[in-house]
C-alpha cells in the first residue's frame, strides 16, 4: 500500500512533541487551510486572520503536550482557533450590553433566504457583517456553541449575545433583500 505523503496525526504529534521540525512544518501544512477558513470567519480582513492563524499555530505547539486524545486532534486544534479568534476580537472590539427590554425591540427574522444562496455568497456576505455580529453568528450558527456558552466565552451577557446574533440574522436578511432586489 502506498505511504500517505502526510503524516498521520499520531506520528506528527510525536514528532512535533520531539521538537522535530519537519514535523512540525508537516503538521502546519496539513492544517494550515483548514484553520485559515475558520480565522478567515471571525477576522474584519485577511491581515488580521493570518495574525490568527499565526497565533493559534503557537499555542497549538505550546500546548500540544497537553493534547488527550479523547477526541479528534483536529477538533482540539479547532477549539484553540475559534478561542484564539475571539481573544483577537476582544482585543480589538468592544461589545456593549443591552438590556432585556431592548432585546424585545429587535425584530426576529428567519434568514431562509440564505437557501437560495451559493456558498460562496454566504461566506462574502457574513465577512461583511460588523464584527460583533459576525463572531456571534459564527460561534452560535456555524460553531454550534449555546448563547450561554458565547456569553461565557466573550464576557458579555446571554441577552447580549442573542441580540447580537439577531441583529446579524437581520443584517443578512437585508442584505439578501437587497441583493435579490438588485437582480430584479
Not at 125 to 130: F, H, M, N, R, T
Amino acid at each position: 500500500m502506498p505511504s500517505n505523503h502526510l503524516s498521520n496525526d499520531d506520528d506528527l504529534i510525536e514528532g512535533c512533541l520531539l521538537g522535530n521540525p519537519v514535523m512540525q512544518r508537516k503538521l502546519y501544512d496539513k492544517y494550515a487551510p483548514k484553520m485559515y477558513g475558520i480565522c478567515l470567519r471571525y477576522a474584519a480582513n485577511t491581515e488580521d486572520a493570518k495574525d490568527i492563524l499565526q497565533d493559534g499555530f503557537v499555542k497549538v505547539f505550546v500546548n500540544l503536550g497537553k493534547f488527550m486524545a479523547t477526541g479528534s486532534f483536529e477538533g482540539w486544534m479547532r477549539r484553540i482557533f475559534v478561542n484564539t479568534a475571539i481573544e483577537h476580537y476582544r482585543k480589538k472590539n468592544q461589545l456593549y450590553a443591552i438590556s432585556e427590554n431592548q432585546e424585545e425591540n429587535i425584530p426576529n427574522q428567519e434568514v431562509s433566504a440564505l437557501d437560495e444562496l451559493e456558498a460562496e455568497d454566504i461566506i462574502r456576505l457574513i465577512s461583511e457583517l460588523p464584527n460583533g455580529y459576525r463572531t456571534v453568528f459564527n460561534l452560535f450558527a456555524v460553531e454550534g456553541y449555546s448563547h450561554k456558552e458565547i456569553a461565557t466565552m466573550m464576557n458579555i451577557s446571554e441577552g447580549t449575545s442573542k441580540s447580537q446574533y439577531a441583529r446579524a440574522k437581520a443584517w443578512l436578511q437585508e442584505k439578501i433583500g437587497n441583493r435579490n432586489q438588485d437582480k430584479a
